[in-house]
């Protein structure tokens, strides 16, 4: 894992998509999170440490070859359970998103330029996730990988479109009104526009979706 400082950063981007708006800054107590998205090895370690079973189902020969490809088709739930069991939980939007972009409000993990060779997305050509960490030059200021493309990420809170609009600006957690659970990162097959440190998208979870991945992150960490 890697630590993450407290500090303010720029969460938001002032632009034509409402859910985006309005850039404010944020607040976040240090905190510690994944620097690869959770792989098909890990979760088969806590399939077979728990007998827990996912919605899609799984087959050992997943963990056996595709050990280093990002778990995906998780729900929510799924993805939640098994940062529980790891003694983690799911990182809060802001988490991901700081993480992500860190505090010079960047447009990509990498800097304020598109470059579709440092990220597995549409633009890529493989329609499929590949091995986590693929793209070293995708990295984030804190040193995570594949925080845009290759699959989706889950966060912790529900999704508003509006909240950015009324948050909190210290630990937002998300609304309280449950709704769907938001999705941040863009996948293997989205366009760069979703491949953005503060686009902000949600799925519903009652089907899962094989774009979508998650990380987990840690409270109460030491800087």
């Given at each position: 894992?890697?630590?993450?400082?407290?500090?303010?950063?720029?969460?938001?981007?002032?632009?034509?998509?409402?859910?985006?708006?309005?850039?404010?800054?944020?607040?976040?107590?240090?905190?510690?999170?994944?620097?690869?998205?959770?792989?098909?090895?890990?979760?088969?370690?806590?399939?077979?440490?728990?007998?827990?079973?996912?919605?899609?189902?799984?087959?050992?020969?997943?963990?056996?070859?595709?050990?280093?490809?990002?778990?995906?088709?998780?729900?929510?739930e799924e993805a939640d359970a098994y940062c529980r069991w790891?003694?983690?939980?799911?990182?809060?939007?802001?988490?991901?998103?700081?993480?992500?972009?860190?505090?010079?409000?960047?447009?990509?993990?990498?800097?304020?330029?598109?470059?579709?060779?440092?990220?597995?997305?549409?633009?890529?050509?493989?329609g499929s996730p590949l091995t986590v960490g693929s793209y070293?030059?995708?990295?984030?200021?804190?040193?995570?990988?594949?925080?845009?493309?290759?699959?989706?990420?889950?966060?912790?809170?529900?999704?508003?479109?509006?909240?950015?609009?009324?948050?909190?600006?210290?630990?937002?957690?998300?609304?309280?009104?449950?709704?769907?659970?938001?999705?941040?990162?863009?996948?293997?097959?989205?366009?760069?526009?979703?491949?953005?440190?503060?686009?902000?998208?949600?799925?519903h979870s009652a089907l899962p979706n094989y774009r979508v991945?998650?990380?987990?992150?840690?409270?109460?960490?030491?800087?």
């Amino acid at each position: 894992m890697v630590i993450v400082q407290s500090g303010w950063f720029s969460m938001g981007q002032d632009n034509n998509r409402r859910s985006n708006c309005p850039q404010h800054q944020v607040y976040l107590d240090a905190y510690a999170i994944d620097r690869a998205e959770v792989t098909n090895a890990a979760f088969g370690e806590f399939i077979a440490q728990t007998g827990f079973l996912p919605d899609r189902g799984w087959d050992e020969s997943i963990t056996r070859d595709y050990a280093d490809m990002p778990v995906a088709a998780v729900l929510w739930e799924e993805a939640d359970a098994y940062c529980r069991w790891a003694g983690k939980r799911l990182p809060t939007e802001a988490e991901w998103e700081k993480a992500a972009r860190g505090t010079d409000a960047r447009i990509y993990p990498w800097g304020d330029t598109w470059d579709a060779s440092r990220a597995n997305t549409a633009e890529s050509g493989h329609g499929s996730p590949l091995t986590v960490g693929s793209y070293p030059e995708g990295a984030s200021p804190y040193g995570l990988l594949d925080m845009t493309g290759n699959v989706a990420e889950w966060v912790s809170d529900h999704f508003d479109f509006s909240y950015y609009t009324h948050a909190p600006n210290h630990n937002p957690i998300g609304p309280e009104q449950v709704l769907d659970h938001g999705l941040r990162g863009g996948s293997f097959a989205d366009p760069a526009e979703f491949a953005t440190t503060f686009f902000r998208n949600s799925s519903h979870s009652a089907l899962p979706n094989y774009r979508v991945g998650f990380r987990c992150a840690l409270t109460r960490v030491e800087e």
